[in-house]
């Protein structure tokens, strides 16, 4: 296998290439680079690189290796971090005019964990502007192409990340998953997408959005990758009071065990209507596999969850106009030239510095926070907010894992919802109800529609049970093996 066919292979092959010094660390890394020379100018995956810090971390590897040292599951695998979490001394953007040329001061907790593993990190990750998005058209730097399709959106919030591994631009990502922005991603991508428990990876570090909604989390070619990935940034982290006191397993060790006894609820609500045929077709086929591999399926409804829409954009613009309150061109971050007075400052920096749908999001949640309306808007979201926990709840009573697609349909055209927010919001219908009932997500890749563009299925499991979610996930990734299949753009 040339060092060109190994960029686009799972962590796995490439650990046993570097074990079998096949190829060093250095010789992978410097050709994931050439790589995104010759794509991310169309892509436009990466807001920056971060060369130096990715060669120095390789040749650690190299000299671990070279010396008959142990060396970690990832250790010398890229990987690409979305440009909202911060890597100290290398720029934090959020994809924000506000913080062009922001410069982080201290690493995240997860940046930390990938320094100790030796991860090399390839660049900071384009996303849409403080992960407010579902399509990656909102960054204020460039949008980002499918490398599936370059006419198509990735998907978002995290779809630099996912799109800069679908093209071989790294093997491995980190993205935040707010209301489906790891899995909606992996899923117009052709990966696998893991949105972990909330507070099973620390959020310090990475620049909020809703604060009671982001989860940071694992984008990957395979469901072994992904699993090997949160062993890295998982666990409690005394800087963040929302971290669970649980002490991580090895989410890799269930993987294999077989799915007799095990029960898949397919969501009534999301499996019955709604989708496009090849989606529809998909669902069908994987629920067909999981009984052929002894699985037991059982419809399931959720009856809240066609309010979980409004729910979430209740909470998370409220949560977001209070998180973004501190972009004011006071201590960090842009400051407008053309201010009179204090007030004058703040209301032009903000002006100038968000974006259209960041404005549109901080309005929204103001409003919703706001003297007469808190009760009516925020209170009510919050209180059905519990009530679709307890939908869930009463769910994880009757089987051991969710089904339902990912999204109703496969990646669209570029600035086709560009003008429709509300449509926009409602790809992300099967995803959010996992971030408001804190429970772990995955999506993982199931096949092609007839146009050629990837197809996702998602799986929920209750709270904690990641080892279960992966290992459901391992056994039909094994049937399905979607993983071998890639984009032409990996070609280049």
């Keep these: 296998m040339n060092i060109k066919e190994l960029i686009t292979k799972s962590s796995k092959e490439q650990r046993e290439a570097l074990i079998n010094k096949e190829v060093s660390a250095l010789e992978l890394t410097n050709a994931v680079y050439e790589q995104v020379e010759a794509v991310d100018g169309t892509i436009g995956a990466y807001n920056s690189l971060t060369k130096e810090y990715a060669i120095e971390t390789a040749k650690k590897v190299d000299e671990k290796i070279k010396n008959g040292?142990?060396?970690?599951?990832?250790?010398?695998?890229?990987?690409?971090?979305?440009?909202?979490?911060?890597?100290?001394?290398?720029?934090?953007?959020?994809?924000?005019?506000?913080?062009?040329?922001?410069?982080?001061?201290?690493?995240?907790t997860v940046t930390t964990k990938l320094k100790n593993n030796l991860?090399?990190?390839i660049g900071k990750a384009n996303l849409d502007e403080f992960a407010m998005g579902s399509s990656n058209e909102n960054s204020a730097f460039k949008i980002v192409r499918n490398p599936w399709n370059l006419n198509k959106v990735p998907g978002g919030s995290s779809g630099g990340?996912?799109?800069?591994?679908?093209?071989?631009?790294?093997?491995?990502?980190?993205?935040?998953?707010?209301?489906?922005?790891?899995?909606?991603?992996?899923?117009?991508?052709?990966?696998?997408?893991?949105?972990?428990?909330?507070?099973?990876v620390s959020r310090y570090g990475l620049i909020a959005f809703a604060s009671s909604l982001d989860q940071i989390g694992p984008i990957t070619r395979t469901v072994e990758d992904a699993a090997l990935l949160l062993n890295v940034i998982s666990g409690v982290d005394e800087k963040d009071s929302t971290?669970?006191?649980?002490?991580?397993?090895?989410?890799?060790?269930?993987?294999?065990?077989?799915?007799?006894?095990?029960?898949?609820?397919y969501i009534k609500e999301l499996c019955s209507e709604g989708m496009s045929p090849d989606v529809e077709n998909a669902v069908k086929k994987s629920i067909e596999t999981y009984k052929s591999l002894g699985a037991e399926i059982i419809e399931i409804s959720l009856p809240l969850i066609k309010y979980s829409i409004a729910v979430y954009y209740v909470i998370a613009t409220a949560e977001a106009s209070s998180n973004l309150a501190r972009f004011d061109g006071v201590k960090y971050g842009y400051r407008t030239n053309s201010a009179e007075n204090l007030y004058d400052m703040y209301v032009k920096t903000r002006a100038e510095g968000f974006g259209d749908?960041?404005?549109?999001?901080?309005?929204?949640?103001?409003?919703?926070?706001?003297?007469?309306?808190?009760?009516?808007?925020?209170?009510?979201?919050?209180?059905?907010?519990?009530?679709?926990?307890?939908?869930?709840?009463?769910?994880?009573?009757?089987?051991?894992?969710?089904?339902?697609?990912?999204?109703?349909?496969?990646?669209?055209?570029?600035g086709s919802k560009v003008e429709d927010p509300l449509s926009?919001?409602?790809?992300?219908?099967?995803?959010?109800?996992?971030?408001?009932?804190?429970?772990?997500?995955l999506s993982i890749p199931v096949g092609l529609d007839k146009s050629g563009m990837p197809i996702g299925l998602q799986l929920q499991a209750d709270c904690l049970n990641e080892c279960k979610l992966l290992n459901v996930a391992f056994k039909l990734e094994e049937v399905v093996q979607f993983n071998y299949s890639t984009p032409s753009m990996t070609l280049v």
């Design 161 to 200: 990340s996912a799109a800069a591994v679908s093209a071989g631009e790294a093997t491995i990502a980190l993205g935040s998953d707010t209301g489906g922005s790891i899995r909606l991603p992996a899923c117009y991508c052709g990966l696998v997408g893991l949105k972990p428990t909330y507070g099973r």
């Design 243 to 265: 971290s669970l006191n649980q002490t991580p397993p090895d989410f890799t060790k269930d993987l294999k065990n077989d799915l007799k006894g095990v029960k898949v609820g």
């Design 357 to 414: 749908e960041v404005k549109r999001r901080i309005m929204l949640g103001t409003y919703a926070l706001s003297s007469g309306y808190y009760d009516a808007y925020y209170k009510k979201a919050q209180q059905l907010r519990r009530l679709v926990k307890q939908d869930f709840d009463n769910a994880f009573k009757k089987v051991d894992v969710l089904l339902s697609p990912t999204c109703p349909h496969t990646a669209f055209d570029i």
């Design 69 to 108: 040292e142990k060396i970690a599951p990832l250790a010398g695998i890229p990987l690409a971090l979305k440009d909202n979490i911060n890597l100290k001394s290398y720029p934090t953007t959020a994809s924000s005019k506000i913080l062009k040329n922001f410069i982080s001061p201290y690493d995240a």
């Design 119 to 121: 991860i090399p990190v």
């Design 424 to 441: 926009m919001y409602l790809t992300d219908i099967a995803t959010i109800t996992a971030n408001l009932a804190g429970i772990p997500a």
